[in-house]
Protein backbone atom coordinates (compact mmCIF):
# COMPACT_ATOMS: atom_id res chain seq x y z
CA UNK A 1 0.00 0.00 0.00
CA UNK A 2 1.31 3.48 -0.99
CA UNK A 3 1.63 6.48 1.25
CA UNK A 4 1.52 9.75 -0.29
CA UNK A 5 4.86 12.02 0.49
CA UNK A 6 4.77 15.04 2.11
CA UNK A 7 7.66 17.92 3.01
CA UNK A 8 8.25 17.50 6.51
CA UNK A 9 7.81 21.07 7.53
CA UNK A 10 7.21 24.50 5.68
CA UNK A 11 6.90 28.06 7.08
CA UNK A 12 6.86 31.37 6.21
CA UNK A 13 5.70 34.79 8.09
CA UNK A 14 2.59 36.02 8.27
CA UNK A 15 0.79 37.23 5.59
CA UNK A 16 2.97 35.30 2.86
CA UNK A 17 2.03 32.19 0.71
CA UNK A 18 3.03 28.69 1.53
CA UNK A 19 2.23 25.36 -0.50
CA UNK A 20 2.50 22.04 0.48
CA UNK A 21 3.41 19.46 -2.24
CA UNK A 22 1.69 15.96 -2.03
CA UNK A 23 3.27 13.18 -3.99
CA UNK A 24 1.70 9.94 -5.11
CA UNK A 25 1.69 7.47 -7.88
CA UNK A 26 0.11 5.87 -10.69
CA UNK A 27 -2.15 3.56 -8.49
CA UNK A 28 -3.61 6.85 -6.21
CA UNK A 29 -3.95 10.41 -7.34
CA UNK A 30 -2.17 9.39 -10.86
CA UNK A 31 -5.20 7.01 -11.48
CA UNK A 32 -7.43 9.73 -11.48
CA UNK A 33 -8.56 9.81 -7.94
CA UNK A 34 -9.94 12.67 -5.92
CA UNK A 35 -7.04 14.49 -3.24
CA UNK A 36 -8.20 15.45 0.47
CA UNK A 37 -6.68 17.80 2.58
CA UNK A 38 -7.04 17.79 6.49
CA UNK A 39 -6.07 20.10 9.04
CA UNK A 40 -4.93 19.39 12.83
CA UNK A 41 -4.56 21.77 15.35
CA UNK A 42 -2.10 20.89 18.40
CA UNK A 43 -3.91 18.40 20.70
CA UNK A 44 -7.22 18.03 18.00
CA UNK A 45 -8.88 16.07 15.53
CA UNK A 46 -7.93 16.30 12.35
CA UNK A 47 -10.35 18.86 10.21
CA UNK A 48 -11.25 18.51 6.75
CA UNK A 49 -10.17 21.47 5.08
CA UNK A 50 -10.21 20.47 0.79
CA UNK A 51 -12.11 18.19 -0.75
CA UNK A 52 -11.96 17.03 -4.05
CA UNK A 53 -8.65 18.20 -4.96
CA UNK A 54 -10.25 21.90 -4.95
CA UNK A 55 -13.29 22.47 -2.89
CA UNK A 56 -14.03 23.79 0.78
CA UNK A 57 -16.15 22.85 3.82
CA UNK A 58 -18.53 25.36 4.15
CA UNK A 59 -16.55 27.84 7.10
CA UNK A 60 -13.37 27.18 5.45
CA UNK A 61 -11.31 30.70 4.78
CA UNK A 62 -10.75 30.98 0.74
CA UNK A 63 -7.07 31.64 1.93
CA UNK A 64 -6.87 27.90 1.33
CA UNK A 65 -6.64 26.15 -1.77
CA UNK A 66 -6.12 22.92 -3.83
CA UNK A 67 -5.00 21.88 -6.98
CA UNK A 68 -4.04 18.79 -8.66
CA UNK A 69 -1.60 17.57 -12.02
CA UNK A 70 -0.85 14.25 -12.63
CA UNK A 71 0.21 11.98 -9.96
CA UNK A 72 0.52 15.01 -7.55
CA UNK A 73 -1.60 17.59 -5.97
CA UNK A 74 -0.78 20.95 -3.89
CA UNK A 75 -2.64 22.81 -0.67
CA UNK A 76 -1.51 26.77 -1.17
CA UNK A 77 -2.47 28.83 2.03
CA UNK A 78 -2.18 32.94 1.36
CA UNK A 79 -2.18 35.75 3.64
CA UNK A 80 -0.44 32.99 6.65
CA UNK A 81 -2.50 33.46 9.94
CA UNK A 82 -0.53 32.56 12.91
CA UNK A 83 -3.84 30.63 13.64
CA UNK A 84 -2.95 28.28 10.32
CA UNK A 85 0.13 26.91 12.21
CA UNK A 86 -0.85 23.04 12.64
CA UNK A 87 0.10 19.76 10.94
CA UNK A 88 -1.65 19.03 7.30
CA UNK A 89 -2.44 15.73 5.84
CA UNK A 90 -3.35 15.03 1.89
CA UNK A 91 -5.18 12.09 1.10
CA UNK A 92 -6.64 9.37 -1.62
CA UNK A 93 -7.20 6.31 -2.76
CA UNK A 94 -5.21 3.86 -3.77
CA UNK A 95 -6.79 1.40 -6.44
CA UNK A 96 -3.90 -1.78 -5.60
CA UNK A 97 -4.37 -4.97 -3.35
CA UNK A 98 -7.88 -4.18 -3.17
CA UNK A 99 -8.21 -0.65 -2.53
CA UNK A 100 -7.09 1.26 0.29
CA UNK A 101 -7.79 4.99 1.64
CA UNK A 102 -3.66 6.53 1.81
CA UNK A 103 -2.77 9.43 3.63
CA UNK A 104 0.35 11.63 3.12
CA UNK A 105 3.04 11.75 5.67
CA UNK A 106 2.21 14.82 7.23
CA UNK A 107 3.53 18.53 6.93
CA UNK A 108 3.88 20.96 10.06
CA UNK A 109 3.41 24.41 9.10
CA UNK A 110 5.48 26.67 11.30
CA UNK A 111 4.42 30.79 11.40
CA UNK A 112 7.67 32.87 11.68
CA UNK B 1 -24.90 18.65 13.15
CA UNK B 2 -23.60 14.34 13.07
CA UNK B 3 -21.35 13.80 15.83
CA UNK B 4 -19.24 10.85 16.49
CA UNK B 5 -17.88 9.81 20.00
CA UNK B 6 -15.53 6.98 20.98
CA UNK B 7 -15.91 4.45 23.59
CA UNK B 8 -13.70 1.36 25.12
CA UNK B 9 -10.91 0.91 27.16
CA UNK B 10 -8.09 2.86 27.32
CA UNK B 11 -5.36 0.32 28.57
CA UNK B 12 -4.56 -3.36 26.75
CA UNK B 13 -2.33 -6.11 27.29
CA UNK B 14 -0.25 -7.19 25.12
CA UNK B 15 -1.36 -10.09 22.61
CA UNK B 16 -5.19 -9.46 23.71
CA UNK B 17 -7.79 -7.28 21.52
CA UNK B 18 -8.41 -3.52 21.32
CA UNK B 19 -11.96 -2.95 20.88
CA UNK B 20 -13.74 0.07 20.28
CA UNK B 21 -17.65 1.23 19.68
CA UNK B 22 -18.19 4.63 17.55
CA UNK B 23 -21.79 5.91 18.09
CA UNK B 24 -22.99 8.06 15.69
CA UNK B 25 -25.93 10.76 16.72
CA UNK B 26 -27.46 13.94 15.03
CA UNK B 27 -27.53 12.27 11.71
CA UNK B 28 -28.14 9.59 9.59
CA UNK B 29 -26.20 6.13 9.52
CA UNK B 30 -27.50 4.90 6.01
CA UNK B 31 -25.58 5.72 2.75
CA UNK B 32 -22.31 6.19 4.44
CA UNK B 33 -18.84 5.00 5.06
CA UNK B 34 -17.63 4.23 8.56
CA UNK B 35 -13.84 4.24 9.25
CA UNK B 36 -11.32 3.84 11.74
CA UNK B 37 -8.16 5.93 11.74
CA UNK B 38 -5.38 6.03 14.23
CA UNK B 39 -2.72 7.83 14.91
CA UNK B 40 0.41 6.52 16.85
CA UNK B 41 1.75 9.52 19.07
CA UNK B 42 3.79 12.14 17.22
CA UNK B 43 3.30 10.43 14.12
CA UNK B 44 0.83 10.72 11.06
CA UNK B 45 -2.27 9.47 10.18
CA UNK B 46 -3.38 5.60 9.12
CA UNK B 47 -6.55 4.17 8.12
CA UNK B 48 -7.48 0.80 9.26
CA UNK B 49 -10.26 0.08 7.63
CA UNK B 50 -14.71 0.95 6.83
CA UNK B 51 -18.11 -0.41 7.04
CA UNK B 52 -20.41 0.38 4.98
CA UNK B 53 -23.97 0.97 5.84
CA UNK B 54 -24.51 -2.44 3.98
CA UNK B 55 -22.49 -4.40 6.24
CA UNK B 56 -19.70 -4.38 3.28
CA UNK B 57 -16.06 -3.89 4.52
CA UNK B 58 -12.53 -3.40 3.49
CA UNK B 59 -9.55 -3.29 5.92
CA UNK B 60 -5.81 -1.78 5.46
CA UNK B 61 -3.39 -4.59 4.11
CA UNK B 62 -0.75 -3.23 6.54
CA UNK B 63 -3.20 -5.10 9.95
CA UNK B 64 -2.81 -8.06 8.44
CA UNK B 65 -6.40 -9.02 9.12
CA UNK B 66 -6.31 -8.28 12.73
CA UNK B 67 -8.50 -5.71 12.68
CA UNK B 68 -12.38 -6.45 12.50
CA UNK B 69 -14.69 -3.13 11.99
CA UNK B 70 -18.64 -4.44 12.23
CA UNK B 71 -21.65 -2.03 12.76
CA UNK B 72 -25.30 -1.64 14.36
CA UNK B 73 -27.43 0.39 12.47
CA UNK B 74 -30.45 0.24 15.02
CA UNK B 75 -28.23 1.69 17.24
CA UNK B 76 -26.35 4.29 15.27
CA UNK B 77 -22.70 2.77 16.15
CA UNK B 78 -19.89 0.93 14.46
CA UNK B 79 -17.11 -0.96 16.24
CA UNK B 80 -13.72 -1.64 16.03
CA UNK B 81 -11.71 -4.89 17.14
CA UNK B 82 -7.79 -5.19 16.37
CA UNK B 83 -6.73 -8.65 18.00
CA UNK B 84 -2.77 -9.83 18.65
CA UNK B 85 -2.24 -6.12 19.80
CA UNK B 86 1.57 -5.08 20.74
CA UNK B 87 2.67 -1.89 21.84
CA UNK B 88 2.61 -0.75 17.86
CA UNK B 89 -0.43 -0.44 18.40
CA UNK B 90 -0.44 2.33 20.61
CA UNK B 91 -2.57 5.32 18.91
CA UNK B 92 -5.45 7.60 19.32
CA UNK B 93 -8.19 6.12 17.84
CA UNK B 94 -10.81 8.34 15.67
CA UNK B 95 -14.18 6.97 14.25
CA UNK B 96 -14.77 9.21 11.20
CA UNK B 97 -17.28 9.31 8.10
CA UNK B 98 -15.90 8.46 5.03
CA UNK B 99 -13.78 5.71 3.38
CA UNK B 100 -13.28 4.47 0.05
CA UNK B 101 -13.30 7.37 -2.29
CA UNK B 102 -15.14 9.80 0.03
CA UNK B 103 -13.83 12.07 1.84
CA UNK B 104 -13.44 12.20 5.82
CA UNK B 105 -15.96 14.77 6.65
CA UNK B 106 -16.62 13.97 9.89
CA UNK B 107 -14.33 12.90 13.02
CA UNK B 108 -14.50 11.67 16.93
CA UNK B 109 -12.58 13.60 19.35
CA UNK B 110 -10.40 10.14 19.40
CA UNK B 111 -9.49 7.89 21.98
CA UNK B 112 -6.23 6.96 23.00
CA UNK B 113 -5.52 3.02 23.46
CA UNK B 114 -2.14 2.04 25.36
CA UNK B 115 -0.74 -1.39 24.71
CA UNK B 116 0.78 -2.33 27.92
CA UNK B 117 1.09 -5.13 30.38
Known amino acids: QSVLTQPPSVSGAPGQRVTISCTGS?????????VHWYQQLPGTAPKLLIY???NRPSGVPDRFSGSKSGTSASLAITGLQAEDEADYYC????????????FGTGTKVTVL | QVQLQESGPGLVKPSETLSLTCTVS????????WSWIRQPPGKGLEWIGY???????NYNPSLKSRATISMDMSKNQFFLKVNSVTAADTAVYYC???????????WGQGALVTVSS
Open chain 1, 52 to 54: GNN
Open chain 2, 26 to 33: GGSFSNYY
Open chain 1, 91 to 102: QSYDSSLSGSNV
Open chain 1, 26 to 34: SSDIGAGFD
Open chain 2, 51 to 57: VYYTGSS
Open chain 2, 96 to 106: VRGGAVVHFDR
